[in-house]
């Protein structure tokens, strides 16, 4: 086993993504990649620092950095993607002299070196990949519908973040497949849901996210399959603020992937936390179980049918399973 | 030795920034000098008067001229000291304006630079030698690379000329994107039936041999000399017997192959004839969806085929040809879309191409010009025209302008209403660049006749707005004008792809040694003044193959091109440049080691009675780079008017001025 990865979890992950934290650790150690947190890790700047300032934004990541290096680490990986980005705009920025002068003046010391940030997904994808997922499935998700919602900031800017289709992202996609999910093909993987919006114009974070949870419908999923905790607090505790000005009932969950791919990888419920979703998953999974013995009735149909055409029979008509239809 | 020195003005260009006098009077003081003066301007007609005066009157034998570059009035000296009765090569040429005036304004160490420049050159020219250029006989044949409406244009110019022209295509048939055109701007005219008739030609001038499923395998030789080997690809058809007849076209039961001729939006036999218009009209065997070649059954076309063309063993050859010039016609490739996630990817069916929509628009197409979505078949209500895909868009490396989607884009919107009366069409632009003749008007047409309706904007995503087989496509974008963001439901979208350069461009251009840009684009020798010459001498450039370019640009580059060529073959014989390698055959060891350095394969080894070996230039394909010179450990090989100890004369005299003359 080579060296343990610098984890950041970042603040979110302590509190109201609690369960992304859980089940990252979880599927890291099942899946082999053994984490270390950065000690004594304080908040990236998140969103209001570089609002304000971008080189006090850039002194907070900035010592984080300082922090993994001190310990060793040459790799810091983060779940969310907000620290992500706040991590590598400070490494990227801090190449910069006055810059780096500047971050420097404020820390009080020496600035880091480069640090090879990278999110968890990407660490997944690269490291473990589809293929490592598949081999270690216990419990496939078959016949769960879902879609994959990458938000904005996971693979962009495309040259900061450096990582998929930035437009058209797939990792995910790929990660939910090898568990045996069924990906939908969802328009709306890099649409904004309003994000911080949803403090200072309500409205705003309200009207983005049912648009993506209307289109995850018409796209026939089961969940949206999140990899960050704004994207998923929107979607999912602000679901009540959402249906309400939308005027619809969706209540579709909004697991993170990280916690289906732990189930898929059959660990135990206390390593999951779903029941920190606010929108419980068991309706999803219910749902995919009856679709899937639905299928399995009519394939067995199939079955007969072919058999009866062999003894001479002519075969009944088959009932159209509904499922197979074009969603629409 | 008696030489004489004029320090050029250039107007103000150096004389505002170089004591042009002083140059003078100083170059006075040189060896062997016996007369300098300054003069406005020293390629002027008076300029080059005085030149041939002086040498007359006061017995020169050599003359130095500070100036501008040599690549701008190199040639004019060289023939005034002609005229006078000098060799050409007794003359030298101090590069005083780019290298000294342009780049700084400090006039006191200006003057001296110029000087030193002076200095060396005069001393260059003490250890000069007389070079007479040796002449040559030329093929008056032309190869021309590529089969579009550019290539076709030169051959028939060529061809009209006298010359015997090889006409080389990577397809089955020549006619290029031009063929697969619809309609062409602003005028409205059937493309294939304009550009018909000069197939036609091409295929039928006695003088026009056409090698289509070609490619230019190997280039060497020089200009006026070249020799060039073509790889034919198999057909699997013999072209001798093959009628064009279509019976094997019928009769081939794979008919699951993405036909590239319509743009891959419908499907075609594995053993074809690409279009009814083509130029050979014959058929070929698509090798990869061809039963018997892949499984080894089947055999159907062999059958039916009346006169027993198919040979199912043929293999590609490989034909060797002579020709003294040679003009690169490749044209373009389209933009590839599915880089683009936002809008799609490829994965949306009524996401097309402008040339997918080209077909979909042609009577000819698969839909035989009936406008149809590739989903379902509906005729679509709105369409919406998307430009700058893959142009000006620095995120995917490629932020030029290819000119010509705007005005496409317009003529496929106007089209559409005329097709579908009750339709719609929007379309998204950056900027309308519009500046051809009629181009702006035909542009208006569109808006105020045709009602098309243009938004200034570009368009962030492309989504279906009921799961990706169906429905409509959402089409979101901004409208700068507005300032507003606004969605269009299309029923299909077309995007306007811009050009790229052509697959295997950088490829062929090494073959060819040519220069290309970071984008493929072939260089041209000047962008202003040599816009149809490339650095190598004899080989020219016509159409987009050297940038972005419509069809009238294309056509007149061509027709410039053949120009060039007539004139360079109207000589019987061609001079070659004496500044290249000679070897001193008493000094050579013969090691061999110039030979294996040559990049053009100029020096070949000669075996003496003895048994010894000496190298030896080949003079017509030298070109006179020196990589031969600096190889050479005995020093046996020198560059004509490069030698070591002209170069050594030069570097002394400059050293030389440090010591006595620079303050510290």
Known sequence: ?328 | MRIGVMVCHCGNNIAATVDCEAVAAAAREFPDVVYATDHMYACSDPGQKTIEQTIRDLKLDGVVVASCSPRMHEMTFRRAVERAGLNRYMFEMANIREHVAWISLDRKRNTQKATDLVRMAVEKLRVDRPLTPKSFDVQKRVLIVGGGVAGIQAALDCADGGLDVLLVERKASIGGIMSKLDKTFPTIDCSVCVLGPKMVDAGQNPRITLHTCSEVEEVSGYVGNFEVKIRKRTTYVDWTKCTGCGACQEKCPSRKVPDAFNENISLTTAINIPFPQAIPKRATINAAHCIRLTKGKCGACAKICPTGAIDYEMQDEIITEKVGAIIAATGITLFDHTRLGEYGAGRYPDVVTSLAYERMLSASGPTAGHIKRPSDGREPKTVVFISCVGSRDRSVDRPYCSGFCCMYTAKQAILTRDHIPDSKAFVFYMDIRANGKGYEEFVRRAQEEYAVEYVRGRVAHIYPTAGPDGGQLMVRGADTLLGAQVEVAADLVVLAVGAESSTGAPELAEKLHISYDHYGFFMESHPKLRPVETNTVGIFLAGACQGPKDIPASVAQASAAAGKVLALLSKDKLESDPQIALVQAIRCIGCGKCERTCPFGAIRMRELRDGSKRAEVVETVCQGCGICSVTCPVRAIQLQHFTDSQLLAEVNALCRTWDETTES
């Not at chain 1, 300032?53 to 984080?64: E, I, Q």
């Not at chain 1, 916690?259 to 206390?270: E, S, V």
């Open chain 1, 1 to 328: 086993m080579s060296a343990p990865l610098g984890y950041y979890p970042g603040c979110s992950q302590s509190g109201t993504a609690a369960e992304y934290d859980i089940s990252t650790r979880a599927c890291c150690k099942a899946l082999g990649i053994e984490l270390a947190d950065v000690p004594d890790w304080t908040c990236c700047g998140s969103t209001p620092a570089h609002t304000v300032d971008h080189h006090l934004a850039g002194a907070l990541s900035a010592r984080n950095l300082l922090q993994a290096q001190a310990a060793g680490f040459d790799r810091v990986i983060t779940p969310c993607p907000s620290c992500l980005s706040a991590l590598k705009t400070a490494d990227a920025h801090l190449a910069h002299e006055t810059y780096r002068a500047k971050v420097e003046h404020l820390l009080g010391r020496p600035g880091p070196g480069p640090v090879n940030c990278q999110s968890v997904l990407q660490v997944l994808f690269e490291q473990i990949g589809p293929g490592g997922v598949k081999a270690k499935v216990t419990r496939p998700l078959t016949g769960l519908r879902v879609a994959p919602y990458y938000g904005c900031i996971m693979n962009r800017p495309p040259g900061l973040m450096n990582f998929d289709d930035p437009e058209n992202p797939m990792a995910m996609d790929a990660l939910l497949s090898a568990c045996g999910a069924e990906v939908v093909d969802f328009p709306f993987k890099t649409e904004c849901c309003g994000a911080a919006f949803g403090m200072p114009r309500l409205d705003v974070m309200q009207r983005l996210s049912a648009r993506i949870l209307d289109m995850a419908r018409s796209c026939g999923a089961d969940a949206i399959v999140v990899a960050c905790p704004l994207c998923q607090m929107n979607l999912d505790l602000r679901r009540g603020q959402v249906n309400s000005a939308s005027g619809q009932d969706i209540t579709m969950p909004v697991p993170y992937f990280t916690q289906l791919l732990g189930l898929a990888l059959g660990l135990p419920d206390a390593d999951l936390a779903l029941g920190k979703l606010v929108l419980p998953l068991a309706p999803a999974l219910i749902a995919a179980k009856e679709r899937e013995a639905q299928r399995e009735a009519h394939r067995e149909g199939e079955r007969a049918a072919k058999e009866a055409v062999k003894a001479g029979h002519r075969p009944a008509p088959q009932p159209v399973c509904e499922e197979d239809a074009p969603c629409a």
